[in-house]
């Protein structure tokens, strides 16, 4: 088998697909059946438009959250761990055991651990000087 490796100047969501494929069939043969599927918390202002919010997605026994977005406005009112206890009650609902998330030291890795998440995992000057956390959280019932 002969192969070529090319750096497309403007990457589609179809190379993305592509390159997914094999993995997501090398998944289904490996691990448990399971649904990725959004979740999404919208904050909105007065006149409908989003304004922050919460975007994650769960699928194997856990919720991701990509985004967290409290706007400067509502910081410090609760809006941010409201966002958060929603999420995990849907994480809850959905079955799952914990949820993970990361966040750069420029961000809001107290806020995380006040919610009673964890780090387990650092990577030291990403970006140069700073730090990006993993950080979990296991949900009892």
Known sequence: MTH???????????D????LAPLRAYNAAHAPATQHLPVALVVTDEQ?????G?????????????YLVV???????GVG???MQQAEAIARD???IGVWLDTFDFQARGFYEKLGYTVFGT????PIGGARHFLMKRLSD
Not at 16 to 19: K, L, N, Q, T
Not at 48 to 52: A, D, F, N, S, V
Not at 123 to 126: C, L, N
């Open 123 to 126: 990577i030291a000057d990403h």
């Open 54 to 66: 919460l975007w994650g997605k769960t699928g194997y026994d856990w919720l991701f959250v990509e």
């Open 16 to 19: 993305r697909d592509a390159i």
């Open 71 to 77: 706007p400067d406005a509502l910081r410090g009112q």
């Open 81 to 83: 761990t409201e966002l």
């Open 4 to 14: 070529r490796i090319v750096t497309p100047d403007t990457p589609t969501d179809a």
């Open 94 to 96: 959905r079955g799952c």
């Open 48 to 52: 409908g438009e989003t304004i922050g």
